[in-house]
T-cell receptor, first 110, second 114 residues
């Protein structure tokens, strides 16, 4: 079983749509959670951290359910510029490395 | 504040050769991590260096080795290259003493082994 599993993609949605990505992680001791965005042939960039109480950044909302070991990302009012691969990332603690999911590709279509 | 820079940006090597990839960490960062990202996959952790010592390693064979220098820059060396080593190699620097996220990724080196 992979440490971080994500929805298989790709997701093809029209502009203005709402899209949700899901992710599960296997290590119940994990402490930190993130969503990264990666554009084609570029490095991953932090989109947002995910907190237990849930958090929002503009059109993006992230949720964490520690009991179910489940993380989600909701994108509202999708823009063409949201087209990218979204990576779910988990970190156990302190000085441990980031553990990435395989990523889910999103294509927003005009 | 300078970011993380990696060199070279692209590289083509022949199977069996050796390669060295370089990374300059962000100013103020003392930890460097290396990741391998194969096509269609998420980045996979190779190893991490803190204060010039390896302090964590992923599931990669010993032919993957590294160094960190006193200025916190780092090298990734891969010996006896195999076709499956073709990937994007990412370096990330961080300041572990501050906690939190604080990772900055370089733009990567795309290695092709033929």
């Amino acid at each position: 079983r992979k440490e971080v599993e994500q929805d298989p993609g790709p997701f093809n949605v029209p502009e203005g749509a709402t899209v949700a990505f899901n992710c599960t992680y296997s290590n119940s001791a994990s402490q930190s959670f993130f969503w990264y965005r990666q554009d084609c042939r570029k490095e991953p960039k932090l989109l947002m951290s995910v907190y237990s109480s849930g958090n929002e950044d503009g059109r993006f909302t992230a949720q964490l359910n520690r009991a179910s070991q489940y993380i989600s990302l909701l994108i509202r009012d999708s823009k063409l510029s949201d087209s990218a691969t979204y990576l779910c990332v988990v970190r156990d603690s302190g000085n441990t490395p980031l553990v990435f999911g395989k990523g889910t590709r999103l294509s927003v279509i005009a | 504040e300078t970011g993380v820079t990696q060199s070279p940006t692209h590289l083509i090597k022949t199977r069996g050769q050796q390669v060295t990839l370089r990374c300059s960490s962000q100013s103020g960062h003392n930890t460097v991590s290396w990741y391998q990202q194969a096509l269609g996959q998420g980045p996979q952790f190779i190893f991490q260096y803190y204060r010039e010592e390896e302090n964590g390693r992923g599931n990669f064979p010993p032919r993957f080795s590294g160094l960190q220098f006193p200025n916190y820059s780092s090298e990734l060396n891969v010996n006896a290259l195999e076709l499956d080593d073709s990937a994007l190699y990412l370096c990330a620097s961080s300041q572990e003493t501050t906690g939190g996220h604080g990772y900055t990724f370089g733009s990567g080196t795309r290695l092709t082994v033929v």
